[in-house]
């Protein structure tokens, strides 16, 4: 399975996940290059999945919100 055939918010808990377990950040830089396509792909080809990056400190409080 590739990158491409991900779903962009399993690409983005991919990325997440990666950030909070200290993963190589060779696989980290491959994570990030493929949302940034994707981000401007997107610009480019709308209307379109948006994204939206939260600083680190909010994707743990979003996944405490979903968990209650």
């Given amino acids: ?14 990325y997440t996940h990666a950030l909070t377990l200290a993963l190589p ?5 491959i994570l990030k290059k493929e949302i940034l396509l994707r981000m401007q792909s997107n610009n480019q080809n709308a209307p379109a999945t948006s994204f939206v990056l939260l600083p680190k400190s909010d994707i743990g409080n979003e996944l405490k919100k979903n968990d209650q």
Avoid at 1 to 14: F, I, R, T
Wanted: hydrophobic residues 45%.
């Fill in 1 to 14: 399975m590739s990158l491409k055939s991900l779903p962009n918010q399993c690409l983005l808990e991919a």
């Fill in 25 to 29: 950040e060779d696989f980290i830089l």
